[in-house]
């Protein structure tokens, strides 16, 4: 069984940044892909970025050059780093890791944008 716990979200102002962090409570190093998603009010949870274990990466086009994802296996701990913030990447942030049959989520940390 995989613990994922996310912290780093807050309030920031339009143009600011975040580092969201996904602390695993086993191994990553075992996990082929791992991913941060979102979900705003009213919206479906939506995928943000994707990494692989060989460190290959998929961005939804609304973060393509803003953030960037990476994994620390050694840590056990993955990360989003958010750049150039938007009143609309306002959203509860979810790391998620498929393991086998099984797809854990951490509990989510929220990220508000303010205008």
């Known amino acids: 069984q995989v613990q994922l716990v996310e912290s780093g979200g807050g309030l920031v102002q339009a143009g600011g940044s975040l580092r969201l962090s996904c602390a695993a409570s086993g191994r990553i190093s075992s996990i082929n892909v791992m991913g941060w998603y979102r979900q705003a009010p009213g919206k479906q949870r939506e995928l943000v970025a994707a990494?692989?274990?060989?460190?290959?990466?998929n961005y939804a086009d609304s973060a393509k050059g803003r953030f960037t994802i990476s994994r620390d296996d050694a840590k056990n701990t993955m990360y989003l780093q958010m750049n150039s913030l938007k009143p609309e990447d306002t959203a509860t942030y979810y790391c998620?890791?498929?393991?086998?049959?099984?797809?854990?989520w951490g509990q989510g940390t929220q990220v508000t944008v303010s205008s």
């Open positions: 990494i692989t274990s060989g460190g290959r990466t």
């Open positions: 998620n890791a498929p393991v086998r049959s099984v797809v854990y």
